[in-house]
């Protein structure tokens, strides 16, 4: 492929060191970069380029991205406000002032998602023959029947609460789905308020509505379940009058803290600990326009929450559940599927380590097959020349041929270690659940370590072979999911590097024995090689820079706020070295800065895809490195994580990344959006005379090609 970018040399000129701006002036605020981030997801959904329930996809990614962020990060702010925290981030806001930004932010966002739903969305789905009905619209006849449904399916389980001196405020567990409502008593005249919690654990979300014609549900017509039951309600209160009901949605605490040197047993804390997400404080209300404000107000003081806390919206609330969709069987409003391509010695059923031993292998997911990753562990545990297999798992995903192998493994004899992370956010029940099993196969399984997240992605078969004992090591950026390698964008790699493999066990006995490495031959290892060593290669390119003024950097990855890497990139752009970075999501660098970062450009792909790859490159002088791995620059990755990141070597998949690979995403002109000084994201302008380059659509018609084209002369 011919691209238009390609590694040049840095600017030639020498800006002076320092600067007349604030250190804080310097970086974007976390927080209101991440709501950037998750602008540039909502503006995917009003892409019409994507197939229609791709669009209705985005959306519910949307909402569910902001359910996690109040849910961790709005929480986290509400926590530093109580307890009075005065360290202000590097770009010096305050808990308070970010609350506030996050909150008049949002507001214009929530309103265009809404928006987004009833003036488009619905009348699109209408037009492709999926109905999603207000109630009040639907037939008589098709509220009759609903009218049945609900008195023999949905009427049994329900269990309205009232409150008054006589009944407390009914506790409301996280991210439930409610019905606020006042009931009048028409004798008396008396009004109590009560609450309903809308089972959608129980039932669908969409409840599928009969047919107009023959009253039967034909999967195509649907309404919200909680209108179903807003409507039905003289069921639940008989000889009273339901004078308002509104949906309301509260969104809870669930950042969670595990005093790990007070556990005893790190599993069953964490087992216990999940049920605090369930009861942690409120940070957010959701409510249905039209609420009155007293009925805001008795929730608000119920909960004791300021109102700065409450957000209007336009029902439907909880838009996350507009996944739903995606169970409809319609493949022409989807984006065109495609098979993920396997490397040809595993389409002929060959040894997958006699390959390895050969080359490095490289796959580019998902556009190439996990398979092989698969295939390396089956094979594995039933060669009789394997006899150990090592491993980190840190979101395996609840069905995982991954772990299913681990334990045919143990059960041919061989031993097996998991490095099993109980820690990782919303995943902490599926590992569990695996933990225990691996246990009882009798598989070594460490719960990674005190104070850290083990995040590195790992794994090490060890084989007896003629020349001697040998081992195989697989990393990569992603998680060993298979169910995510078909959504995210993510390096593996195998090799047989014996000098990785030393590394490799290293590694694996710092985390299963508690050795203490303070340094590797080849790979960097967080938290103790990663920061020094990619600030150390900043400041190398500065100096061969100084020399050849040819200095480059290069860096794609998910995220960018660790302060001290970006004042390195800044005095790197003042050194005149060229810094391209593509940054997924957070960025808290500011390019363009006259005398600071008019040398740096940063990047950002939304698309089909989940880009999730990082990359870490240096011009060096012309001796050009590549690092691959898990870590992102934030100071958890860098600090508080096991991470790895590891080298590339060879020459082929070298120059496939830096003649197809790279320059294809940093070319991007359909899905990527340039950040400016300001931290606003805006389209990439695509030149009259330039082809479109869409990076994931180019790699998924060359999928299985870049590295033979790399091959060519």
Not at 146 to 157: G, H, Q, T
Not at 639 to 662: A, Q, S, Y
Request: charge should be negative.
């Amino acid at each position: 492929m011919s691209a238009e970018w390609e590694i040049s040399p840095g600017q030639k000129g020498k800006a002076a060191y320092g600067t007349l701006l604030e250190p804080p002036a310097l970086f974007i605020n976390r927080e209101l970069s991440w709501i950037e981030f998750n602008r540039r997801v909502l503006e995917e959904a009003m892409d019409t380029s994507h197939p229609l329930l791709e669009r209705v996809k985005f959306l519910s990614i949307f909402s569910n991205n902001l359910d996690e962020f109040f849910m961790i990060r709005v929480s986290g702010l509400r926590r530093q406000l109580v307890r009075g925290v005065r360290e202000a981030p590097p770009d010096g806001m305050s808990p308070s002032q970010q609350l506030t930004e996050i909150h008049r932010i949002l507001e214009p966002l929530l309103a265009l998602q809404t928006d987004l739903w009833h003036r488009d969305f619905l009348h699109r789905l209408g037009d492709a023959g999926i109905h999603v009905h207000p109630y009040l619209e639907l037939s008589d006849d098709q509220k009759t029947q609903l009218r049945e449904f609900f008195i023999k399916e949905i009427f049994p389980v329900l269990t309205p609460l009232a409150f008054d001196i006589a009944h407390p405020f009914p506790f409301i567990s996280n991210l439930s789905l409610n019905l606020a409502m006042t009931i009048r008593d028409p004798v008396s005249g008396k009004e109590h308020f009560a609450r309903l919690k809308i089972p959608t654990d129980l039932f669908p979300r969409l409840v599928r509505v009969p047919d107009k014609e023959n009253l039967e549900p034909d999967g195509r017509s649907l309404v919200f379940l909680e209108e179903v039951i807003a409507a039905n309600l003289d069921l639940l209160f008989p000889g009273h009058l339901v004078t308002e009901v509104f949906p309301f949605r509260i969104t809870r605490d669930a950042d969670f803290e595990i005093e790990e040197d007070e556990a005893s047993d790190l599993l069953t804390t964490i087992e216990d600990s999940i049920e605090l997400r369930r009861i942690g404080s409120p940070v957010r209300v959701e409510v249905a326009t039209g609420m009155s404000e007293k009925t805001c107000m008795m929730i608000g003081k119920k909960l004791a929450l300021p109102s700065e806390t409450f957000y209007r919206m336009h029902p439907p609330l909880g838009m996350a559940d507009l996944s739903f969709l995606s169970l409809i069987d319609q493949p022409n409003l989807r984006d065109v599927p495609f098979m993920p391509s396997l490397p040809p010695f595993l389409e002929n059923g060959d040894q997958i380590f006699a390959h390895i031993r050969q080359k490095d292998i490289m796959l580019f997911h998902p556009y190439e097959s996990f398979t092989p990753v698969i295939t390396f562990l089956r094979q594995a545990a039933h060669d009789p020349d394997v006899l150990a297999i090592k491993i980190t798992l840190y979101r395996v995903g609840r069905n995982s041929p991954i772990v299913e192998t681990l334990l045919e493994a143990r059960e041919n004899g061989k031993a097996v270690a998991a490095v099993i992370e109980l820690k990782a956010r919303f995943d902490e029940e599926n590992n569990i659940t695996w933990a225990r099993a691996l246990e009882r196969a009798g598989v070594h399984v460490v719960y990674g370590l005190p104070g850290l997240k083990v995040h590195a992605k790992i794994c090490t078969v060890v084989r007896r072979e003629k020349e001697g004992i040998r081992s195989y090591v697989h990393m990569g950026t992603g998680n060993y999911n298979v169910g995510t390698s078909r959504t995210y964008t993510d390096f593996g790699f195998f090799t047989a590097d014996p000098l990785v493999g030393a590394d490799a066990a290293d590694l694996f006995n710092s985390l299963t024995g508690g050795a203490k490495i303070s340094e590797f031959r080849k790979l960097l290892v967080s938290p103790v090689t990663i920061r020094t060593g990619i600030l150390s290669r900043i400041e190398r390119e500065i100096e061969r820079h100084r020399k050849s003024g040819d200095g480059c950097i290069i860096f794609k990855l998910n995220a960018l706020v660790d302060r001290e890497c970006i004042s390195a990139l800044y005095r790197a752009s003042q050194a005149g070295v060229e810094v391209i970075l593509q940054v997924r999501g957070i960025c808290c660098l500011r390019p363009g800065i006259k005398g600071v970062s008019e040398n740096i450009r940063v990047s950002s792909i939304v698309g089909r895809f989940l880009e999730h790859s990082r990359l870490y490159y240096f011009r060096n002088g012309g001796e050009d490195e590549i690092l691959i791995g898990s870590a992102d620059l934030m100071p958890r990755n860098l600090d508080r994580r096991v991470e790895v990141l590891f080298p590339v070597e060879d020459t082929i998949i070298k120059k496939g990344l830096l003649t197809l690979i790279l320059p294809v995403h940093l070319n991007d002109n359909t899905k990527s959006r340039i950040l400016s000084q300001d931290g606003t994201y805006s389209r990439a302008i695509r030149e009259p005379d330039k082809p479109a380059v869409n990076a994931q659509e180019w790699c998924i018609s060359h999928r299985g090609e870049w590295q033979y084209e790399a091959r060519r002369p």
